[in-house]
């Protein structure tokens, strides 16, 4: 069992920033798919970004794509989305979350392998 302990959420205006932290424990994380999700009040948990176990494969949702980056430190256990101009629709509790066989992967992960989650940070937009 990984535990992930999500950081840096909180309130930001629209068009701001924030950094959000992601960290890991145990000594296999560079062996893990890791990813972003979001859920907002009243709507499903969905996917914000991913990356690949090498970090050689970054990939995301169409409604953050260009706005938002997701990287890794292997060294410190720890996986970042970066979150730029922002808006009220991105207000949401997110979660990091582990697949743990990533690395006998060829292909990305569904959204339905990832076998570790955080407990969540809370990030508000407002208008």
């Known amino acids: 069992q990984v535990q992930l302990v999500e950081s840096g959420g909180g309130l930001v205006q629209a068009g701001g920033s924030l950094r959000l932290s992601c960290a890991a424990s145990?000594?296999?994380?560079?062996?893990?798919?890791m990813g972003w999700f979001r859920q907002a009040p009243g709507k499903e948990r969905e996917f914000v970004a991913g990356i690949r176990w090498s970090g050689g494969d970054r990939y995301y949702a169409d409604s953050v794509k260009g706005r938002f980056a997701i990287s890794r430190d292997n060294a410190m256990n720890t996986v970042y989305l970066q979150m730029n101009s922002l808006k009220p629709e991105d207000t949401a509790l997110y979660y990091c979350a582990a697949d743990t066989a990533g690395y006998y992967k060829a292909t990305r992960p569904r959204h339905d392998e990832y076998d570790n989650w955080g407990q969540g940070t809370q990030v508000t937009v407002s208008s």
């Open positions: 145990g000594r296999s994380f560079s062996r893990y798919n």
